[in-house]
């Protein structure tokens, strides 16, 4: 009986005993979770917070020309080469003349003889010789004749090939001896200038992001060529005209370079940063130390003693890595972040639900 009685006490000692072993660790856990078991926080501080939108674009000179042939004929001389920079009216191509020249000889003969006849008409309606049908008759040939002058001077005229607009030449010219034809609806380019001192970047903002995007708004890009340099912009126009692609709906903003420093190529790609909203001191805090529930937001605030209290805050304009707390911390608080607040012991009684991190 004394032994059973032996035993009894011994297992209640020790069950005490492993209660206080308990209660001793959840007490250190609770004091140390702030800072002594490794657990990492971050206060409450003032700074700004920018609101972004990240796209991908393509750098593209403003004015750009194809420069096309408005008649058929074989080149014969090409005056300049690419990178070449040249001003408007410049001689760029000169086309075989020789047909165009013969063309325009006959249609001056024939407006030269019908201008001759239709004199002496004149003189002869004037003495009544001749009846006023004959001098309409007259009056009319003369202008069929000046209408076919002035079309193949015209032709003459456009074998020379001149530069609509003062720019840089993109790309090689085509080739002496190539025939080149004006087409249509497609026609033959035979050369490309562009003006390279005014750039803009076409660039393709997704559709869950394009309500942000305002005319206006600044915009700093970088090209994969220059890691170092960043390029500023400015939003200039907000196409309606969707794009799919791979089943995403884009929308094309324009942004205006404001300088290029004459480093940028057409067609380069830009990494576009559009500054959508700013707040300048305002209270911060990184977005791992904010948490979500179903209920709202919230933060483990570290108190005295190294306690943590579950404090709901109020949320305004979230940049890329910090977000604005606009109530429920004050400048200085300190705040659980990551992890951490995941294994920390919350005040709010039966609150056994994981946090879900930003």
Known sequence: MLKIIGKAKIALALLVAAALACYGGYSYYVKASAGESGLQTVKVSAGDIRNTVSATGTVKPVNSVDVSSKITGRIVDVKVKENDWVKEDDVLFILDSQQYQSDLNRAEATLNNAAAHLARMDSLLRSGAVAQQEFDSAQKDYLVAKAAYDTSASSMADTIIKAPVTGMVIGKPTPAGQTVAPGISTPMVLMTI??????????????????????????????????????????????????????????????????????????????????????????????????????????????PGGKMEEVRVALGLRGDDRIEITSGLNAGDAVLLKAAAAAAPANRAGNMRGPRLF
């Open 194 to 303: 562009a003006d390279m001192s005014i750039m803009q970047s076409e660039t393709l903002v997704d559709e869950s992001d394009i309500g942000q995007v305002q005319l206006g708004q600044k915009v700093d890009f970088t090209v994969d060529t220059y890691t170092s340099e960043v390029f500023q912009g400015v939003v200039s126009l907000i196409s309606r005209k969707a794009e799919t692609t791979n089943n995403v709906v884009y929308y094309k903003v324009y942004v205006d370079v404001l300088d290029n420093r004459q480093l940028l190529f057409p067609n380069m790609t830009s990494r576009v940063t559009i500054y959508t909203a700013e707040a300048k001191n305002v209270l911060t805090l990184p977005l791992s130390a904010v948490r979500e529930t179903k209920d709202g937001y919230f933060a483990y605030k570290v108190l």
